[in-house]
Structures are given as C-alpha cells and as structure tokens.
C-alpha cells in the first residue's frame, strides 16, 4: 500500500501510516485502476501547449531578430535578445509549472533561476545599470528562502523528502556573495541582507527541526 499524505510504501494490512499516523485504509486498490479519460486529455493538451508555445517561440524569436538587423543602424541596440529570452523563459515556466514530476519546492528553485536570467538579460540589454543584480536577484533569494520554508513547515512529515531542496536553496541564497567578490552589484547591503537571512533561516530550522531532521543532517555531511 502507498501512503497519500507521504507517498511512502507501507507494510498490507496497516490502518495508519507509521510515518504521519494518517489512516490509510483501503487507497491501494486504487493504485490499480486505469488513469480515467479526463487525466489522458489534461495530459494530451498540456503536452500540445507547450510545443504550441516552443513554436511561438521560435516564431517570436526568428521574427523579432530579422526586425532588430534591418532597424540596427536606426536603433544601436540588441532589443531582439530580451524577445527572445522572454519567449523562451514564457515556454520554460509553462514547463515547470505544468510538470507533475517536480513538487511545489522544486517549481520554486526553478522559478528562481529562470526569472534570474531574465532579468539579467534585460539589464545587460538595456546598459547594464547593475538593477538585476543589486536588487532583484537579492530579493528573489529572499523571497525563494521565505518559500521553501514555509513549504517545507507545512509538509512537516516530508521534512525529511524536502533536505536536498533546502540545502540547494542554501546555496542559492549564497549567490549575493558572487555579486560582492566580483563587482557586479551597485551596493552590498542587499546582497548581505539576503545571505544573512539565509543563514538565520537554515540555522533556525536545523534548531527546531525533529531528531529525523538531524540525524539526516548528520548522515549526508558524514557527521
């Protein structure tokens, strides 16, 4: 039988989880019905919106570039790079976002990095005055830290599932501290800002997490 609050095998014959205590019941018969009509058509027309949206990509992308080479001479700027980069950022987050394979953890970290570009792309693109990287991808570090938090708080009984999301969130966190090494942010109270927080969280959460949670510390740190 599969749990479906955790989604953990168990032992037949158990009326509760011995992971969350939720009581199981009789779900595993379901586990051997075939997928009804509905999911194939939901599945079927996901699929054909994301190749529906990489083609309007492409398209978008083919079109914008012909136009910014006939206008280069009228405008000096490479504005056919931020279409495309948007186009392609648009089909990727419709991707993520639409995928069953990646959780809502997982979604966020890749949401992160997508919006990232992005906006570094623009900034690039625009002159470089350093906005993506002194304050959104600070900001954004914050705001997926602050996420994955209160994601990981209310699964409380996949804590344990969500370690390897928090630790690469941790280490996301950390990417203000490139934009101080190298000289790429206007000013660095907002990268500190956003490393102190992640920091402040990842200790917090290693205080009050269950002696589950440590103990997976200490086994993938070889503690």
């Given at each position: 039988?599969?749990?479906?609050?955790?989604?953990?095998?168990?032992?037949?014959?158990?009326?509760?989880?011995?992971?969350?205590?939720?009581?199981?019941?009789?779900?595993?018969?379901?586990?051997?019905?075939?997928p009804s009509y509905k999911e194939i058509e939901d599945k079927v027309s996901r699929h054909i919106l994301r190749k529906l949206l990489l083609f309007l990509s492409i398209v978008g992308g083919v079109v914008s570039v012909f136009i910014n080479i006939f206008t280069f001479s009228e405008q000096p700027m490479l504005w056919s790079l931020i279409v495309v980069v948007a186009w392609f950022a648009l089909w990727l987050s419709v991707v993520v976002l639409s995928s069953k394979q990646i959780n809502a953890a997982g979604k966020a970290i890749d949401m992160y990095g997508i919006i990232s570009v992005l906006m570094v792309v623009v900034d690039s693109c625009t002159g470089f005055n350093k906005w993506s990287t002194t304050y959104v991808i600070p900001f954004l570090s914050i705001g997926l830290t602050l996420l994955i938090t209160i994601i990981t708080i209310t699964k409380k009984s996949r804590f344990i599932e969500y370690f390897g999301y928090l630790l690469t969130t941790f280490f996301v966190s950390l990417t203000p501290l490139i934009l101080i090494i190298f000289p790429l942010s206007n000013t660095i109270w907002t990268s500190l800002v956003s490393i102190v927080y992640s920091l402040l969280t990842t200790v917090g959460l290693i205080i009050f997490s269950d002696k589950d949670f440590k103990a997976e510390i200490k086994k993938r740190f070889h503690l």
């Amino acid at each position: 039988m599969k749990c479906k609050n955790c989604h953990v095998n168990i032992a037949d014959g158990l009326e509760k989880c011995p992971l969350c205590k939720k009581v199981v019941g009789k779900s595993d018969a379901r586990l051997l019905e075939y997928p009804s009509y509905k999911e194939i058509e939901d599945k079927v027309s996901r699929h054909i919106l994301r190749k529906l949206l990489l083609f309007l990509s492409i398209v978008g992308g083919v079109v914008s570039v012909f136009i910014n080479i006939f206008t280069f001479s009228e405008q000096p700027m490479l504005w056919s790079l931020i279409v495309v980069v948007a186009w392609f950022a648009l089909w990727l987050s419709v991707v993520v976002l639409s995928s069953k394979q990646i959780n809502a953890a997982g979604k966020a970290i890749d949401m992160y990095g997508i919006i990232s570009v992005l906006m570094v792309v623009v900034d690039s693109c625009t002159g470089f005055n350093k906005w993506s990287t002194t304050y959104v991808i600070p900001f954004l570090s914050i705001g997926l830290t602050l996420l994955i938090t209160i994601i990981t708080i209310t699964k409380k009984s996949r804590f344990i599932e969500y370690f390897g999301y928090l630790l690469t969130t941790f280490f996301v966190s950390l990417t203000p501290l490139i934009l101080i090494i190298f000289p790429l942010s206007n000013t660095i109270w907002t990268s500190l800002v956003s490393i102190v927080y992640s920091l402040l969280t990842t200790v917090g959460l290693i205080i009050f997490s269950d002696k589950d949670f440590k103990a997976e510390i200490k086994k993938r740190f070889h503690l």
